[in-house]
């Protein structure tokens, strides 16, 4: 840089920034917060070997996602990314099993309002042994998943995680 103002390392190392200092382009002196974490979880070294061992058109990328990985390293310090993503991935397979559980209580609403067809015997029967009524009757027993959906849905939420943690109580 050599300018006016030195970079976020530069200033956060408390040394004069050379004309073609490696962090300048990527650690904006307005911006030292994104160095100063980077800094913290990788170290100035490192970070400087990584970005000269890349061709330029890469460099951007990389300090963003060092960036990014060191702030998940900061909140969560064993797993970084990788607990953050297993977090979204168990949400995502809770979320789909709700919408299995809506899918299947609408199917059942469904069933219960469609009429049942009943074929037509060949002998006829007698009102007392009427099969068709006992059908009609007892079919919304069978197929009241709706009244239950909500006890599934809760239950199976209590689940622990892929890691053992419970994500929803």
């Known amino acids: 840089m050599g300018g006016n103002s030195p970079c976020a390392s530069c200033k956060l190392l408390r040394r004069r920034c050379a004309k073609g200092c490696i962090f300048a382009p990527y650690f904006p002196p307005d911006d030292p917060h994104r160095f100063a974490i980077v800094h913290k979880v990788f170290g100035a070294s490192n970070i400087s070997k990584m970005l000269q061992e890349l061709p330029v058109h890469q460099r951007a990328d990389a300090v963003s996602s060092l960036v990014y990985e060191a702030n998940a390293r900061v909140r969560d310090p064993v797993y970084g990314c990788v607990g953050a993503i297993s977090y979204l991935q168990n949400q995502v397979a809770q979320l789909q099993m709700q919408l299995a559980v809506a899918q299947a209580e609408i199917l059942c609403i469904q069933v219960q309002q469609e009429p049942v067809a009943m074929p037509s015997p060949v002998v006829p029967m007698d009102s007392s042994d009427d ?37 929803v109580s």
């Open 131 to 167: 099969k068709s009524f006992f059908l009609h009757n007892n079919l919304p027993q069978y197929f009241n998943l709706a009244s239950n959906s909500s006890n599934v849905t809760h239950e199976s939420l209590k689940r622990e995680s892929f890691f053992g943690h419970d994500m």
